[in-house]
């Protein structure tokens, strides 16, 4: 696909977001939401694992899987990949944030199974993006996706003041909340499109 990187990787955080428009990536993010501090730390992991995993699965693919022909190997080189690079950060985490490491618990290992993150890299193979490119889409999916889980958890903040039906409650109105600003998001789809 012919379009360049720079735009790509803001049509990834506004007009394409990986999480409100294309709704991948959602346990994580409708579970850790309800802080703001744990928020941005799981955001910034899954930024850190699109960005860097959105590079190596390409070189991967068109270095090693196309020229082997091997590509029907590619979901599970992929996961491979994910998960491996996953595992390292869970590492960092551990040992230099313990604290956040505690926090995030369960879903700091299960960015692995983030569909997000292995959406982003089919994307890059189906839309046939180069290297740059690649880096770029899994840079602005990321920072989308931290964007997105920041604002739910800091609107989850404030909700916690208001007076919220009981049936609503919860995931009820993280729901909501989230189909409102995934139509925000999708108020911007018209000025760069990248499927």
Known sequence: MDINAFILFWAAIFTSNILLT??????SYLSISREVESSFGLGMAVFFVLTVTAGLNWVIYYHILVPFDLIYLQFIV???VIAAFVQLLEMLIERFTPALYYTLGIFLPLIT?????FGVSLFLVIRKYSFIQSVAYGA?????WLLAILMLAGIRNRLKEKMIPQGLQGAGISLIVTGIMALAFIGFSGIVIVQ
């Open 22 to 27: 294309n709704f991948l990536g959602m346990c």
């Open 78 to 80: 992929f996961i491979i």
């Open 113 to 117: 199974v983030n569909c997000a993150i």
């Open 140 to 144: 602005g999916s990321g920072i989308g």
